[in-house]
């Protein structure tokens, strides 16, 4: 699977929009770009996934580049509960047989 | 639905006893996985099941044993415990034989002494 690279830290004013970015420079044609997010003490929460095209669902938007190299989870109107640590983990959908975490962004809304 | 379940939420051994920690799903998915959660560091995997009657070795699977004899119900047992496996352990669910989008369980908060 390919690795992928996030900022370990990032902060985020409340009701602004938190851009978080993922770097994964060697993804393979069959891979999807997954977020996860553990809010504090909390199971992993499933947020989006996509493959080429920008998703968007009740929790989040998922911004991939045309050259799938990268990619942004954006949080529109951060709140306090988004506070959390940001998993972007990249998968050959429908293939994986195991979901490795990484070390993630820290992610701290603030008032 | 009560999603993906996990008892106890809390449990205190000495070293050497033995346990099974339990999880349960009924959203009838067919993936399940076993996680810990050290102190201030990441999740690593533990074993996975991709269905009844088929389990598999994560990452760090020595000192416990998994078994699925039904699609709901994922024990985890630990042989005999060690400091070292003190731990937060989730349990965690997907749809299908895959782990994309997993749900998992709020958590079994494991100390030994």
């Known amino acids: 699977d390919a690795k992928t690279t996030q900022p370990p830290s990032m902060d985020c004013a409340e009701g602004r929009a938190a851009n978080l970015p993922c770097n994964h420079s060697t993804i393979s044609g069959n891979e999807y770009v997954y977020w996860y997010r553990q809010i504090h003490s909390q199971g992993p929460q499933y947020i989006i996934h996509?493959?080429?095209n920008n998703e968007t669902n009740e929790m989040a938007s998922l911004i991939i580049t045309e050259d799938r190299k990268s990619s942004t989870l954006i949080l529109p109107h951060a709140t306090l509960r988004d506070t959390a640590v940001y998993y972007c983990?990249?998968?050959?959908?429908?293939?994986?047989?195991?979901?490795?975490f990484g070390t993630g962004t820290r992610l701290q809304v603030t008032l | 639905n009560a999603g993906v379940t996990q008892t106890p939420k809390f449990q205190v051994l000495k070293t050497g006893q033995s346990m099974t920690l339990q999880c349960a799903q009924d959203m009838n998915h067919e993936y399940m996985s076993w996680y810990r959660q050290d102190p201030g560091m990441g999740l690593r995997l533990i074993h996975y099941s991709v269905g009844a009657g088929i389990t598999d070795q994560g990452e760090v699977p020595n000192g416990y044993n998994v078994s699925r004899s039904t699609t709901e119900d994922f024990p985890l047992r630990l042989l005999s415990a060690a400091p070292s496996q003190t731990s937060v352990y989730f349990c965690?669910?997907?749809?299908?034989?895959?782990?994309?989008?997993?749900?998992f369980g709020p958590g079994t908060r494991l100390t030994v002494l």
């Open positions: 965690a669910s997907s749809p299908g034989t895959v782990p994309d989008t997993q749900y």
């Open positions: 996509g493959l080429k």
């Open positions: 983990i990249v998968l050959p959908r429908g293939t994986a047989s195991k979901l490795t």
